[in-house]
């Protein structure tokens, strides 16, 4: 199956008449490549930044209804599958939703952003399902940008069947230095989840500056099942990018019922009511020694061992219960894995068998590699009380729960 991202540059609400020239040239492009899906990106039409509600449903936008309508005679003209991101009017709320179009302009599906973003919180309704679809690429799931955040969505969709993820995204740039970019989907994320889940994912972000709100990173890439990158994009611009996609076998979670049981039994997750001490590790020190200082010196600690790393569950189960370093025993061979548990969970994470081998602050980055120079080191704990990954971006009650399904524990033999 040949795969397309457009990435496109991003434009303010007040232009949003402009993309549809874009989209029609990514399209027909797409289509000489013999494209069998094409993925646009989150809000395509008519902007990310929607100002307020009340802008937004000014006479100069496109109602929702007619952007379904353009892009389903999009896919149906080129004879691929479309996936694209659109505000969806649903019941007097709006959505940040996409769209998955077959061949001939039938609507397979609608994904509706689940974990809101920073300002998505300003105008959109979070979705309130996640389910995988049928289709003749196989059966998919669909998330948007932020979802990927929160492992328990991709673990429903694979848990649904699916084979592939779309991710139709605007990432958004981190970076607090002028002309530099950042954005923990590109640098790990991505990667981390498709090895975890056993899936090929296709994601197609923005480009650009959204005038004074947003810039983007773009870096859309298209990622293999086993986590290898097969096409990417560059930062900054209009793009296509394709790659040949085979479906992945599919990793559901296998956890057991009390780690399954938390993650998804919606009692509040811990929170803390004093801020945690700041300690200092011995970097010649095993994860058991490790672990026993950091308690005595007052820190939570969750322990998990270097196999349970692949899977999200043990270390969510642990920060749940209110862990602030989650301490990885034994060697660790793929670093994307320690910088998602930290990240996804806004953790420490320390990995370390004879002696530490990285330790990983709790906004993904790497603070220590084997080999640096550094004999100790000082953690402040209570960076990982905080769970606000913005201001308006709460890691726990942005947990919708109700939506979330893992697979049952398997039965001992």
Request: include cysteine; charge should be negative; hydrophobic fraction near 45%.
């Amino acid at each position: 199956m040949i795969a397309a991202c457009g990435q496109m540059e991003a434009v303010t609400l007040d232009h949003a008449d402009t993309v549809w020239p874009v989209i029609d040239r990514l399209a027909t492009g797409a289509a000489k490549a013999h494209a069998d899906l094409l993925v646009l990106p989150e809000t395509t039409y008519p902007a990310y930044w929607l100002h307020s509600m009340e802008r937004y449903m000014q006479a100069d936008i496109l109602r929702s209804a007619a952007v379904l309508a353009r892009f389903s005679t999009l896919a149906r003209t080129h004879g691929f599958f479309l996936a694209a991101g659109f505000v969806e009017e649903r019941n007097g709320k709006l959505y940040n939703s996409a769209a998955l179009f077959d061949r001939a302009g039938e609507l397979v599906g609608i994904a509706r952003k689940n974990f809101l973003w920073d300002c998505d919180n300003r105008w959109f309704a979070p979705g309130d399902s996640i389910a995988a679809w049928d289709t003749e690429l196989g059966r998919v799931g669909m998330m948007i940008c932020a979802d990927c955040r929160a492992p328990e969505i991709m673990a429903t969709l694979v848990a649904d069947g699916a084979r592939m993820i779309i991710l139709p995204t605007a990432w958004v740039n981190a970076s607090k230095v002028r002309r530099t970019y950042r954005n923990v989907h590109p640098e790990f994320l991505i990667r981390a989840r498709a090895m975890e889940f056993g899936v090929p994912m296709v994601c197609c972000s923005k480009a650009g500056r959204e005038g004074e709100h947003l810039e983007y990173v773009g870096q859309s890439r298209i990622v293999a099942a086993d986590g290898h990158t097969l096409a990417e994009a560059p930062t900054g611009g209009e793009h296509l990018i394709l790659a040949d996609v085979t479906p992945g076998d599919g990793r559901p979670t296998d956890a057991d019922d009390k780690v399954r049981s938390r993650i998804i039994d919606g009692n509040p997750a811990f929170r803390a009511k004093t801020p945690g001490p700041r300690v200092t590790i011995a970097l010649s020190s095993n994860a058991e020694s490790i672990a026993d200082a950091l308690d005595s010196a007052g820190g939570r600690v969750g322990r998990i061992t270097a196999a349970e790393l692949k899977s999200f569950a043990p270390a969510r189960y642990h920060a749940l219960t209110g862990a602030q370093v989650v301490v990885v025993s034994g060697r660790v061979f793929e670093e994307s894995f320690l910088r998602a548990r930290a990240a996804e969970n806004r953790v420490f994470v320390v990995s370390a068998d004879s002696a530490v081998q990285y330790i990983v602050a709790p906004d993904g980055s790497v603070v220590f590699r084997e080999g640096d120079w550094n004999t100790v080191l000082e953690l402040d704990l209570a960076l990982a009380d905080v769970k606000q990954y913005t201001p308006e971006t709460d890691l726990w009650a942005q947990r919708r729960v109700e939506c979330y399904r893992l697979p049952e524990p398997a039965c001992a033999s």
